[in-house]
């Protein structure tokens, strides 16, 4: 909704990778998205927010107003009160872009990811890129013999002209043997969209993630080790380059932590709703063996990221302790009495205790 009136001006500001993701969730988490690099995070272009505190009472949080409560909403969650309304900064984008995502064979995958890792080195802010392992989606511009084979994709997006986007990404898609090219100049709302039909509402998700120290020789190893070994063919694992302008925004302007990180990986397990507890126990375990093989390699993790299983030390981990203990003194200002916990939880925590 907001890209499709946004987009009637030429306009955006950075959103998720899918188009039904939340605004609220999105926005209070961080905000991870395909002009993050370019844009910021979608809490780096929050610059108002309408919020109903647990007593009734609606304030407005801003650089000037609360300016506590206004630093903590951008990447503390749904701690500390209802947000009724959002306002964010506007950037000039597409409306047509150059994007879309390049498949290569599942046994290419430590050799695309050792070129890619060369690839994002020197990449302009403008290009954003997510790399997906799994299979090929079942989509309609893809090839009936193609659909569901395994294989590593990156995806891109340039979110600048698209005569500047194409040599931008022509390595990309002349590295190795492709599958499958489909980069090309879209609009940026039909790329927004274009992961939709992958992970609809009604199927069975279960997620583990972490952010990653770097993308090692053996990092990669490990990653090409696991990612194919899912049950379901719709399980895959995500990973998001991070930095340009993510990295480049004040340590302690926002509560989200992760300035610092150049990639992220979410491990997706994914089942249809009428399969039975033996596929649902055999993608979790899956998605948390991968995960306890990147244990060497984790370096915090994004909130947003979290599932219902990860505890209050993985919320900690999501924040280091200097973060987490500020959001916890913003928390018992706002809510007191945690009467906002059915979330990644912050417990409330007075400067004293």
Same mark, same amino acid.
Request: with cysteine; hydrophobic share 40%.
């Given at each position: ?13 950075? /959103? ?20 993050? @690099?370019?844009? /910021? ?90 790399? @997906? ?5 079942p989509l309609p511009v893809v090839s009936e013999e193609l659909h569901f084979r395994p294989a590593i994709a990156v995806a891109s997006c340039y979110a600048g002209p ?88 004040p340590r302690d302007a926002t509560a989200y932590r992760g300035r610092d990180v150049e990639h992220n990986i979410i491990i997706d397990a994914a089942w249809l709703p ?72 912050? @417990? ?6």
């Amino acid at each position: 909704d907001v890209d499709h009136e946004t987009q009637a001006h030429g306009l955006a500001t950075t /959103g998720g990778i899918v188009s039904h993701t939340g605004v609220g969730g999105l926005s209070l988490g961080g905000g991870v998205g395909w002009l993050m @690099r370019k844009h /910021g995070l979608t809490v780096d272009n929050l610059v108002e927010a309408e919020v109903v505190t647990a007593e009734g009472d609606i304030i407005r949080a801003s650089a000037n107003d609360h300016p506590d409560l206004f630093w903590a909403l951008r990447g503390g969650g749904g701690n500390f009160g209802v947000v009724s309304s959002f306002r964010f900064t506007l950037h000039p984008v597409g409306p047509t872009v150059m994007a879309g995502p390049v498949f290569w064979a599942a046994e290419d995958t430590t050799d695309v990811l050792r070129f890619y890792r060369e690839f994002v080195t020197d990449a302009p802010d403008e290009l954003g890129n997510v790399i @997906r392992l799994g299979t090929i989606p079942p989509l309609p511009v893809v090839s009936e013999e193609l659909h569901f084979r395994p294989a590593i994709a990156v995806a891109s997006c340039y979110a600048g002209p698209v005569e500047d986007g194409e040599p931008a990404v022509r390595a990309l898609r002349e590295f190795g043997t492709p599958l499958v090219d489909l980069v090309g100049p879209t609009l940026y709302v039909d790329h927004q969209g274009s992961l939709d039909d992958t992970v609809p509402h009604g199927w069975h998700y279960y997620w583990k993630a972490t952010n990653l120290t770097g993308m090692s020789d053996e990092v990669i190893d490990i990653v090409a080790e696991h990612a194919y070994g899912a049950t379901s063919p719709r399980s895959y694992a995500a990973m998001f380059h991070m930095g340009g302008a993510v990295a480049r925004a004040p340590r302690d302007a926002t509560a989200y932590r992760g300035r610092d990180v150049e990639h992220n990986i979410i491990i997706d397990a994914a089942w249809l709703p009428e399969q039975d507890d033996t596929v649902g126990a055999a993608e979790t375990a899956w998605a948390r063996k991968f995960l306890a093989a990147l244990q060497p390699h984790r370096a915090g993790v994004y909130v947003n990221f979290l599932d219902s299983d990860d505890d209050t030390n993985r919320v900690r981990e999501a924040y280091g302790d200097d973060t987490y203990w500020r959001l916890a003194e913003v928390k018992a200002k706002y809510d007191p009495d945690n009467v906002f916990h059915n979330n990644k939880n912050i @417990r409330p925590r007075t400067p004293a205790q």
